[in-house]
């Protein structure tokens, strides 16, 4: 009877009696074993009532070599069609060329190359793709079945071709060259077809894995997409045959001769031979096992017991990986065995002092322990002050305090953190307050760990804000504001953009404004906005989430903009930041100074910026025509936040950076009947130049602007509109008389000014209208051919 000691994957044996002596084994999917002996195979059930009891014997044409198992103003060659005659269809399986005819070639290739006096040693080589050509081994396609029409068109592509040499350095013997195990390894996963109305399993092998092994070492390939040494193993001992499993690498080797080894077995009349089974134990029957017995190390905090769970860990999570065969009972056992597993992981990595430690955060991660609960696992002493803390526990904490985890820990879980980072990481004891999940901290021992960071090297503006927010919190308004008092503004915005917490954090995928940021909305907005555009500026928060900060600050809804977010818009502007899309805080800004000028609404706070602040602080806020100006004064019932918000934009409208053309449907809620309307449209259909449009618009409806107007605008290839449109409207209106007759005349007195200078006599005579009184143009005759006697 062959015994078993410390074969920890392994639980029993079981004796199959052969008749021949046995040369070849191979495994018959879960339930049946293949014996092979010479021309004959024996095959046996190995589970179930017929248990190591012969199924049927049968005899081959030869002696069996090699036995592998399968289902299926096999070869291991890929075989195509041939794409001219035919569709290009891939068949598979693929195969890689024959690892045993390999090895007959390099054996007689080898035998002619030797001579009486030297002898010539071939190199390994390893052949991809279209190189295993190269090899010298011919691949004649036969047909097996397939139409002789269909076997022309058919063509061979090699995948990979290994050769196996002896290092000749190492005067090795030709047996250690030779390939003794070949396999296939399918890796399948299960799922369901695509189509709704059928939920037949189907199975898809994103993985087909090639594994070769020489007496020392094995070799894994990849050969599905692409071919690629995926592994290399090296035994410790010289290897009789190796079996690869998704799971293992079940390698036999020679473990020796002792004739103090007797059969215990009783004698079979018909078997002359005992082939020993050995059956495996249920990986969480055997988990548990590894676990409980790792238990004997967790005291001592050695690395033995890391390495137990980490094998523990292995085989439940290989097992999960061949879930295909697993029943859902068995998936969720486990499923529940990995997540305990990391947990123990995490367990040791936390109070391990290794180089690994940061791994305690991975494992607990997917342990899918709270937070509260891994703090629960912690062991805590009773000398609280002399508590040394292991890095992995600390990184753990600090990495999960810096995410959303919408989980609040009690006031005593609290304190224990603030305790664990006060004694281990004092540096990060400020981002460790401000985390939501440490709401519930007294403030008192807040601050008690505070006040001894001064000569922790801690920034002290941070620690200031730190603080400052724990005195606002207990509602001692004095320290709070001496504590905001200690620090200028720059310095406040810096001590932000190092712990943007302070002002803004999310619980439960919401922005909620801090306690502090409430407090600054009311008593110091500007920092607050410069705050915010700092956070924005370092990539601390996004532009969507400054919108919603500002609108859940203010308390108002997703369709109402506060005054407060107007100001941000505006400092980004100002700012010029890079990662602000131009174009979207134009339209922004506009389509707010338009909704409050058409609905006569005035700001819910006092703007932080006027208009003259704007224009001469921003260049994207360009200087408006003075003829603008004459506009607006015009509506003496405009209040000054009106007229700030119309100014506001105009600037814009007039600035270099703006398309006009993207924003005139922006402006439609504004009428042509307000100043407000009249001025904007005027200034679009300027900056598009649609000149004689805004001058029939200005004789209209303002005729004291058109001059200030045709000053500022009809210049240079656009002077000519002052004799070919605007001389014209201005006769045509002083002929037609009304109430603003005598304006027009003025208005037609200073145009005629205006073209007597830059035109000479003839040029004056031709635009002047025929039907117009000769005494009324007179003078302005006399001016052109004065100036023409003059030059």
């Not at 007689?108 to 001579?115: A, V």
């Not at 094995?218 to 290897?239: A, D, H, T």
């Not at 506060?562 to 930041?577: G, H, K, N, S, T």
């Amino acid at each position: 009877m062959v015994r078993l000691y410390n074969l920890h994957p392994f639980g029993s044996q079981q004796v199959v009696p052969c008749q021949w002596e046995p040369e070849q084994v191979c495994c018959g999917g879960s339930d049946a074993l293949f014996v092979a002996a010479g021309c004959k195979v024996e095959a046996f059930a190995v589970q179930g009532e017929e248990l190591c009891r012969q199924r049927c014997a049968f005899s081959t044409l030869g002696r069996v070599l090699r036995m592998a198992y399968s289902e299926a103003e096999v070869l291991l060659l890929k075989l195509e069609s041939d794409p001219i005659h035919g569709e290009s269809v891939d068949h598979h399986p693929q195969e890689t060329s024959n690892p045993l005819k390999e090895a007959e070639g390099v054996s007689n290739e080898t035998s002619q190359l030797e001579s009486e006096d030297f002898v010539i040693c071939l190199k390994p080589m390893e052949l991809i793709g279209e190189k295993c050509e190269q090899s010298g081994i011919s691949v004649k396609l036969e047909s097996t079945g397939l139409e002789d029409e269909k076997v022309k068109y058919l063509r061979v592509r090699h995948l990979l071709y290994r050769r196996f040499a002896p290092d000749i350095s190492s005067y090795v013997l030709s047996d250690n060259i030779k390939l003794h195990s070949l396999q296939l390894l399918p890796i399948h996963q299960s799922g369901f077809h695509p189509d709704e109305n059928d939920l037949s399993p189907k199975k898809e092998m994103p993985n087909l894995f090639c594994f070769f092994s020489l007496p020392h070492v094995g070799y894994l390939y990849m050969v599905v997409k692409s071919v690629e040494l995926m592994s290399v193993y090296w035994y410790p001992e010289k290897s009789q045959q190796a079996v690869l499993t998704p799971q293992f690498l079940h390698v036999i080797t020679s473990s020796r001769k002792d004739a103090s080894v007797r059969s215990g077995t009783p004698h079979v009349a018909e078997a002359a031979w005992n082939l020993y089974l050995v059956n495996t134990t249920a990986p969480v029957q055997l988990y548990k096992e590894m676990v409980d017995y790792s238990n004997s190390y967790k005291t001592v905090k050695t690395e033995s017991c890391l390495h137990l769970l980490s094998e523990a860990h292995l085989l439940v999570r290989a097992a999960l990986m061949d879930g295909s065969q697993l029943e859902p009972a068995e998936k969720a056992e486990l499923l529940e065995a990995f997540k305990e597993s990391c947990g123990h992981l995490g367990d040791c990595y936390s109070r391990l002092t290794t180089e690994q430690s940061h791994l305690a955060l991975p494992y607990y991660k997917m342990s899918g322990l709270s937070l509260a609960e891994v703090l629960a696992r912690v062991d805590w002493t009773e000398e609280s002050e002399s508590q040394k803390y292991e890095r992995g526990l600390v990184f753990y904490i600090n990495h999960s305090l810096y995410e959303n985890l919408d989980e609040e820990l009690s006031k005593e879980l609290a304190a224990k953190v603030a305790q664990i980072f006060h004694m281990a990481e004092p540096k990060q004891l400020p981002h460790v307050l401000s985390s939501p999940s440490m709401k519930n901290i007294d403030p008192l021992t807040a601050l008690h760990y505070l006040r001894k960071l001064d000569s922790c090297g801690v920034s002290p503006v941070l620690v200031t804000l730190t603080k400052a927010a724990v005195a606002l919190k207990m509602g001692d308004l004095d320290m709070y504001r001496n504590e905001m008092k200690s620090h200028s503004e720059m310095k406040l915005v810096y001590g932000f953009i190092l712990e943007p917490r302070l002002l803004i954090q999310q619980w439960k995928g919401q922005i909620v404004p801090t306690e502090l940021a409430i407090d600054l909305k009311e008593t110091q907005p500007g920092l607050l906005v410069a705050s915010v555009l700092g956070l924005q500026k370092n990539d601390k928060i996004g532009i969507v989430e400054t919108d919603s900060f500002f609108k859940v600050l203010c308390g108002k809804d997703e369709d109402a903009v506060p005054q407060l977010l107007i100001d941000f818009w505006e400092a980004q502007l100002v700012a010029c930041l890079p990662n602000v899309v131009l174009e979207e805080l134009f339209f922004k800004l506009i389509s707010q100074y338009v909704w409050r000028l058409s609905e006569r609404r005035c700001p819910d706070t006092v703007p932080l910026r006027t208009a003259e602040d704007l224009i001469n602080a921003c260049s994207h806020y360009g200087l408006v025509n003075p003829w603008v100006h004459v506009l607006t004064t015009s509506d003496s019932l405009a209040d000054k936040n009106y007229t700030d918000d119309l100014l506001k934009l105009q600037s814009l409208i007039c600035s270099p950076s703006l398309d006009v053309a993207s924003i005139i449907p922006f402006l439609e809620p504004l009428s042509e009947d307000t100043v407000a309307g009249l001025s904007t449209h005027a200034l679009c259909h300027t900056r598009l130049q649609e000149y004689e449009q805004c001058i029939d618009t200005l004789l209209e409806r303002c005729p004291e602007a058109v001059i200030a107007y045709a000053n500022q605008e009809l210049k240079e290839d656009h002077w000519i509109l002052w004799w070919k449109k605007l001389l014209p409207e201005l006769c045509q209106r002083v002929k037609s008389g009304g109430e603003r007759s005598h304006l027009h005349l003025s208005l037609l007195k200073e145009t005629l000014s205006v073209i007597a200078v830059g035109l000479d006599l003839r040029d004056f005579l031709n635009v002047l209208p025929e039907d117009g009184a000769a005494a009324f143009f007179l003078p302005y005759l006399l001016f052109c051919s004065r100036k023409k006697s003059l030059t």
